[in-house]
């Protein structure tokens, strides 16, 4: 999975706590910039989220799972991680960001011990997943806003405008890549396989909470009145454009991601033989990090008046998903290998493009409500796998991709005609 460099906000412009001598004298001259801090909180936590991605093949082969309940594994992540990204950043601005993300750590040490015993059961493996979603959900929500806040006067005077954006994406992906790779490699070669990647994952995040809470406080407690459920709601959420260009575009960023790195190395197993970790561990390092190299390039691609970009990704999310086909039914690993370079192009442009959208459709108020609204209904592209595992008792499984392919397609020219009717205004 890939965060992008425009990072959601949670609220308004945020009330600081201290001028900027209070804030140096937080740390000692030696220490980390505080930015760093929260910048660790969310690597870890990205580390948690997509640690699991390249294992579904150890499970479906050594746990002998069924493939409906292993995707079901991936997909179960988006039921903690959408609420998470609703809801936290609201929290973090009536609370505080310090108690919601030290929050979302605990969530995600709970939720890898859960996997840690994942060979008891499959209840504990979805349970975890359900916890490191909320976890990945409350860093995106909080962590990246609280990096950015924290990336500018009085914390970081020297720091540019997308200085920011920039870390916590950084943040974000280098995460999500360290998790699968550590997993992977040692599921493939390293003991117990089952349980120590996770129990890697508690160790390197249980620091994090002395860390955060000597990081400065960017949101003031209590600035806000009233039901917190109250700031939930959304009135750009209803805007033609978000619903009708968005709403139908972004599902297919996941979709990608989803059948590429996480589906296609359980349908790869007669090619990839003993190595199959391995080829899933390098199929998710590998669209995430060509997703990540993409990204400051693809701001250029995208007009708010044709939603190029967006269309552009859903044809490229169209290609990879014919590939994944092709590689499938050749059993080839070097085609599968490509798919994620193709779709890791669509993942990147897709995000940017994305909250480029978002941006020019909400207002001030809705700003941080509609990237998570786009955040949610991104990710619930991850539920796909399970699907196609479940329809693939009535149909082969290359079929069902290619229907696949052509709803992508609809939706691409859906893009074009309705961004053409409804430009992004804010409604």
Not at 143 to 153: M, R, T, V
Not at 251 to 263: D, E, H, L, N, R
Not at 324 to 344: F, P
């Amino acid at each position: 999975m890939s965060a992008v460099d425009t990072a959601p906000e949670t609220g308004s412009v945020p009330a600081v706590e201290a001028s900027s001598g209070a804030a140096r004298r937080r740390l000692p001259s030696w220490a980390l910039p505080s930015w760093a801090l929260i910048w660790g909180a969310v690597f870890v936590s990205s580390w948690g989220g997509n640690q699991f991605s390249p294992l579904l093949l150890m499970y479906e082969d050594g746990q002998h799972y069924s493939p409906v309940l292993v995707n079901a594994f991936l997909g179960v992540y988006v039921l903690g991680l959408a609420p998470a990204l609703l809801v936290a950043g609201s929290l973090s601005d009536r609370h505080g960001r310090k108690p919601v993300m030290l929050a979302g750590l605990v969530s995600a040490v709970v939720g890898s011990g859960l996997l840690a015993f994942g060979g008891l059961g499959p209840e504990f493996l979805l349970i975890g997943r359900l916890f490191s979603g909320a976890t990945v959900g409350v860093a995106m929500a909080v962590g990246n806003s609280w990096i950015k806040e924290l990336s500018q006067a009085p914390f970081d005077p020297a720091a540019d405008r997308s200085s920011g954006a920039r870390r916590a994406s950084l943040a974000f992906t280098l995460g999500s890549g360290s998790g699968a790779l550590v997993a992977g490699l040692i599921a493939q070669w390293g003991p117990v396989p089952e349980v120590l990647p996770f129990v890697i994952h508690i160790a390197v995040t249980i620091p994090f909470f002395v860390i955060v809470l000597r990081a400065p406080e960017t949101s003031r407690n209590g600035g806000l009145t009233g039901p917190w459920w109250r700031q939930l709601r959304i009135p750009a959420a209803s805007h033609r454009r978000f619903v009708r260009v968005v709403v139908v575009s972004c599902p297919w960023i996941f979709v990608g991601a989803a059948v590429a790195y996480g589906y296609l190395p359980t349908q790869l197993r007669g090619a990839t033989g003993s190595w199959g970790l391995v080829f899933a561990t390098a199929a998710t390092v590998l669209a995430l990090g060509v997703s990540s190299a993409f990204q400051p390039f693809a701001r250029r691609i995208h007009s708010s008046t044709s939603a190029r970009g967006l269309g552009l990704m859903v044809l490229l999310i169209a290609a990879g998903l014919a590939m994944v086909v092709v590689a499938i039914r050749t059993q080839s690993i070097g085609l599968g290998l490509a798919a994620n370079v193709v779709v890791g192009l669509g993942m990147g442009l897709g995000l940017v493009s994305g909250l480029q959208e978002v941006q020019s459709i909400a207002g001030s108020r809705d700003l941080a409500g509609l990237t998570g609204v786009f955040y949610a209904v991104a990710y619930a592209g991850f539920l796909v796998p399970a699907v196609i595992a479940a329809v693939a008792g009535f149909a082969p499984v290359e079929a069902i991709l290619l229907v696949l392919v052509g709803l992508a397609l609809v939706s691409a020219v859906l893009v074009r005609v309705s961004s053409r009717k409804h430009l992004p205004a804010a409604g």
